[in-house]
Structure formats: structure tokens, C-alpha cells
């Protein structure tokens, strides 16, 4: 009999997960978004997207087109990344940071995540919103 390939799911919010492992998280999807299955990166960086946040961003297909948008698209399929704290606080953590996109350009963002104060996922750590992503030229 032969062995199938079991699809992964997008790991979930959980409250072992410190602030920076879940934007590692996040990032590592989107830099290899199609793997194990298209758009698996942008599935896993909604697992993560506070419902806050999801209430201002809408739905999953809007979210979706978003990040394969002119705005975000650059997230997709990026080098590499690098994560460097700004703040955290019992209930926020603010990241920088800085990639090499997949056409070389270096990119900086902002990106904040919190912690969820009710329902399903209470007390972990979601994205409450990411900055957009500012090439290093246009940068001064």
C-alpha cells in the first residue's frame, strides 16, 4: 500500500510560544509559502493574525490578496530575515524587521504582536498588525 503524504496543517497559536518564535513563525511561512502545499505561509502567518486584527483585515481571501499584493508581496518568498526586538511589555511586543526580498532588495518593517485577551486563543501571542514594508533606498 502505498504511504500518502499527510497535508500540514498551519501550527496554532498556543501559550508556549514567546512573541519573537511567533513572528519567526510567520516569516519562515511566507519565505517558503508553497511548501508543503500553495499558500501554506500565508495560511500559517493567518493562523497567527489577532482577532483584532482580523476584524480590520476581513476575510481570508482579502488577507490572501493582500500579501500577493504591490503593498506586501515582497514578504513572499523573501532570502532571508533577521528580527530584532524594539519593545515588549507584559501584553505587546513591537519587532523590526529587515529582509532580503526575493529580487535582493533590502526591505525594514514593523511588526507588532499581542496578547489576546479572550476566546479560543487567550493569552497567546498574534500578530495585531505588521507595517509596510519600506525599501532600504526609499528609506531616507
Given amino acids: ?3 500518502i503524504a499527510e497535508a500540514r496543517l498551519p501550527r496554532q497559536p ?3 510560544l514567546k512573541p519573537r518564535e511567533v513572528v519567526k513563525i ?5 519565505q517558503y509559502n508553497n511548501n508543503p502545499t500553495v499558500d501554506a505561509g500565508i495560511a500559517q502567518t493567518w493562523a497567527f493574525a489577532h482577532p483584532a486584527n482580523r476584524r ?3 476575510p481570508y481571501k482579502r488577507f490572501a490578496e493582500m500579501l500577493k499584493g504591490p503593498s506586501y508581496g515582497m514578504l513572499l518568498y523573501h532570502q532571508s530575515h533577521w ?3 524594539i519593545v515588549q511589555t507584559l501584553k505587546m511586543a513591537l519587532f523590526r524587521v ?3 526580498a526575493a529580487d535582493g532588495t533590502d526591505v525594514s518593517l514593523k511588526w507588532q ?3 489576546v485577551d479572550s476566546g479560543e486563543f487567550t493569552g497567546a501571542w498574534m500578530t495585531i498588525g505588521v507595517s509596510m514594508p519600506i525599501k532600504a533606498r526609499d528609506a531616507i
Fill in 1 to 3: 500500500m502505498p504511504v
Fill in 98 to 100: 529587515q529582509m532580503v
Fill in 14 to 16: 498556543d501559550l508556549t
Fill in 113 to 115: 504582536v499581542a496578547k
Fill in 83 to 85: 528580527i530584532e526586538r
Fill in 26 to 30: 510567520q516569516l519562515q511561512g511566507l
Fill in 56 to 58: 480590520v483585515i476581513g
